[in-house]
């Protein structure tokens, strides 16, 4: 199996502009997890799918954050706008069951200027 | 608020020692912990998981927990260079989400 892919793996976009992260998790988990890592909060779950169904999202920080699973190969992450405290590096992972292990895609890498 | 504390280093060792990296946690109702490892610039991969009391080992890794102390530890015997990374622990109960300390970074000199 190829595991998580996400794309881009790096974006620098400016203050104000809405950036989209995308993701493709490992084919059969049913568990879809979005973090966001930066040095001062460390990793922090953002929002989590199971099936497709989003289960819980306390940790998204603002509504300028959006996430979406259409089906059970993709997701997506939006932010809209844009702000520099955003940047950070977004990693997906999933799982098969809530109880499996996570495993984290390669990350995308994000500057806001 | 569930809270993983790790110190966050550096923690050097040289080659051939044990690195020592330790862990606490407030929720009293975890289950399961995790232990992950990341390169610089890299995602973190699953290396250890524990979940009775007592040590767990894995080659050269061994796993300590204590519910008791609400602490848990890792142990990597014949430290190597390529075991320079930072290292998360993260915690979870029941079947609820990972949380995750900051990570303890390790430098393993030749």
């Known amino acids: 199996d190829a595991g998580v892919i996400q794309s881009p793996r790096h974006e620098v976009t400016e203050m104000g502009q809405e950036v989209t992260l995308r993701c493709k998790p490992i084919?059969?988990?049913?568990?879809l997890f979005w973090y966001r890592q930066t040095m001062m909060r460390g990793l922090e779950l953002l929002i989590y799918f199971n099936n497709n169904v989003p289960i819980d999202d306390s940790g998204m920080p603002e509504d300028r954050f959006s996430a979406k699973m259409p089906n059970a190969s993709f997701s997506t992450l939006k932010i809209q706008p844009s702000e520099p405290r955003d940047s950070a590096v977004y990693f997906c992972?999933?799982?098969?069951?809530?109880?499996?292990?996570?495993?984290f895609g390669p990350g995308t890498r994000l500057l806001v200027l | 608020q569930k809270e993983v504390e790790q110190n966050s280093g550096p923690l050097s060792v040289p080659e051939g020692a044990i690195a020592s990296l330790n862990c606490t946690y407030s929720d009293r109702g975890s289950q399961s912990f995790f232990w992950y490892r990341q390169y610089s610039g890299k995602s973190p991969e699953l290396i250890m998981s524990i979940y009775s009391n007592g040590d767990k080992e894995d080659g050269r890794f061994t796993a300590q927990l204590n519910k008791a102390s609400q602490y848990v530890s890792l142990l990597i015997r014949d430290s190597q260079p390529s075991d320079s990374a930072t290292y998360l622990c993260a915690v979870k109960e029941g079947y609820s989400t990972l949380t995750f300390g900051k990570g303890t970074m390790l430098l393993v000199s030749p």
């Open positions: 084919s059969g988990h049913d568990y």
């Open positions: 992972a999933s799982s098969a069951g809530g109880g499996g292990t996570q495993y």
